[in-house]
């Protein structure tokens, strides 16, 4: 497998990478129409952890973390790692050092399509991953590959400079000419859901605040007491 390194890829505005940091996947995943999101088999290894960033890219070979190697050079303050490979990977390609090396270039946290380890570790130094599996296999550094291409992961397609949103309910992509139009998309859902928050604090129903029971009507939903329903009194 032969590949390239690709060197300065443009980037979202680092404003617009701030704006979607201040909202949760689910809300920037809905605000831009149920878009977006990694499969739900990408799982935090931590809790209460939310990151954002820009994407830097890694396609490499099963069990072979030559390339994230290669990836680290290219790595910068702001940055996110996204790690996949050629087919399907459980192995422990990234851990501490790696983390390491990366914390040290202002990296901000790793999404993998593959394994972890030295989970404690990451935990403790707070650097957040992100990753397909948990495992202390280790892996070779034999096989070429590549940095800052496009990669896919569950069926979305992640290019360098793309932004990258996680926490505990999974990861997002943003591609990065919409960074500023998707910040705006989830202001504006935020504040939809504040109002419809206040509105059910004060015993509002959502079958009366989004027009509900019409749809049951229409679908053919209906309501009968307990004794209508079973014939039985009650």
């Known amino acids: 497998m032969s590949g390239v390194i690709v060197t300065n890829p443009p ?3 680092q404003k617009d990478v701030e704006a979607l940091a201040a909202f949760g996947v689910a809300t920037v ?3 831009m129409g149920r878009a977006g999101l990694l499969g739900p088999g990408i799982r935090p290894i931590q809790q209460g952890v939310r ?4 994407a830097v890219t890694v396609l490499g070979w099963p069990g072979d973390n030559l390339m994230i190697h290669a990836a680290v050079e290219q790595c910068g303050e702001g940055d996110v ?3 996949t490979t050629t087919s399907p990977s459980t192995d422990g390609m990234f851990g501490e050092l ?3 090396a990366l914390q040290r270039r202002g990296v901000r946290g790793l999404i993998i399509n593959a394994g972890v380890r030295d989970t404690q570790e990451l935990r403790e130094m ?3 991953a992100w990753s397909r599996a948990v495992s202390a296999q280790g892996t070779v550094k034999a096989t070429g590959g590549s940095v800052n291409v496009p990669v896919a992961i569950d069926g979305q397609v992640i290019r360098p400079g793309d932004v990258i949103l996680a926490d505990d ?4 992509v943003v591609p990065r000419e919409r960074a500023r139009a998707a910040a705006e998309a989830s202001e504006a859902r935020e504040a939809k859901e504040a109002r419809a928050r206040a509105a059910f ?3 509002e129903l959502g079958l009366d605040r989004y027009g509900l029971r019409e749809t049951l009507r229409q679908l053919g939903v209906e309501y009968r007491t307990y004794e209508e329903y079973t014939g039985e009194p009650r």
């Open 201 to 203: 604090l004060d015993g």
């Open 11 to 13: 980037k979202a505005e």
């Open 126 to 128: 707070d650097f957040p």
């Open 29 to 31: 995943s809905e605000a």
């Open 81 to 83: 790692l996204v790690v």
């Open 51 to 54: 990151m954002a960033g820009t």
């Open 98 to 100: 790696f983390a390491t």
């Open 169 to 172: 309910d999974g990861v997002v």
